[in-house]
């Protein structure tokens, strides 16, 4: 649909699986494995944008929107560094999980099930994650449109998916999901993952200027997911409002 970001076999599919989000050995284990490095890298390119001095708290007094937010594994950890979170998404099961997490974390969250075009919210945010995101969405030009217009002139958008590539085809579904069995079979469709030339484009257009763009590759050796130059598979961008 020309008007909706919203696909609604990807949303069946994490609503089937949502009670397993805070099982870190469950069917989530790969972004349980990939949360540390996603939160050290927000919080080490947002220090010089928003002059931060609190090394405990770096996110203190910051807004910000976490799209496709599922059982609120990354927004909680946005709120312990002191952030005002909104986490937002098209499945109501994964935010009925998020919300029944948050009874015991006690933070300063609000969940809500929507998608970006019928969030029905004024407030606009210093920074918005769409965090392995945009690989399970309808027309990907329209849902960076709906995102950015609750983002704040100059602040920071960050978007992380999967390159189409040979590779990521080998090590994202075949190695992933057939071989390791590390993800649900069926969890990535190769023809939704986005070239980041293709996806920096659609940014530029709905006036997101790129500021950086790495890759994000797993040392299987040491079991940890580090920051690199290799795009072929997973990558980051760090965007700017203009």
Wanted: a positive charge; hydrophobic letters at 40%.
């Amino acid at each position: 649909m020309k008007n909706s970001t919203i696909n609604n076999k990807e949303i069946e599919k994490f609503s089937k699986i949502a009670e397993e989000w805070w099982n870190p050995n469950g069917k989530f284990k790969p972004l349980h494995k990939f949360n540390p490095i996603r939160i050290k890298y927000i919080k080490e390119n947002i220090v010089s944008d928003f002059k931060i001095k609190n090394k405990y708290k770096p996110l203190n007094g910051l807004k910000v929107l976490d799209i496709g937010c599922g059982g609120g594994l990354l927004s909680e950890p946005m709120a312990r560094l002191g952030a005002k979170v909104v986490g937002i998404d098209a499945s109501n099961q994964n935010i009925k999980v998020a919300k029944y997490h948050l009874k015991k974390s006690k933070l300063n969250i609000k969940y809500i099930n929507a998608s970006p075009e019928n969030l029905k919210i004024k407030e606009k945010f210093d920074i918005i994650l769409n965090m392995e995101i945009v690989e399970h969405v309808e027309n990907v030009n329209f849902f960076i449109k709906k995102s950015s217009k609750f983002l704040k002139k100059s602040g920071i958008m960050f978007i992380a998916t999967l390159n189409q590539t040979l590779k990521s085809y080998v090590f994202a579904i075949i190695g992933a999901e057939y071989i390791l069995q590390w993800l649900p079979i069926g969890t990535h469709d190769w023809n939704k993952f986005i070239k980041p030339e293709i996806l920096s484009s659609i940014c530029k257009k709905n006036y997101l200027d790129l500021e950086k763009i790495n890759g994000m590759t797993f040392n299987p050796i040491i079991n940890e997911w580090k920051v690199s130059e290799d795009k072929s598979v997973n990558y980051i961008m760090k965007l700017k409002k203009i």
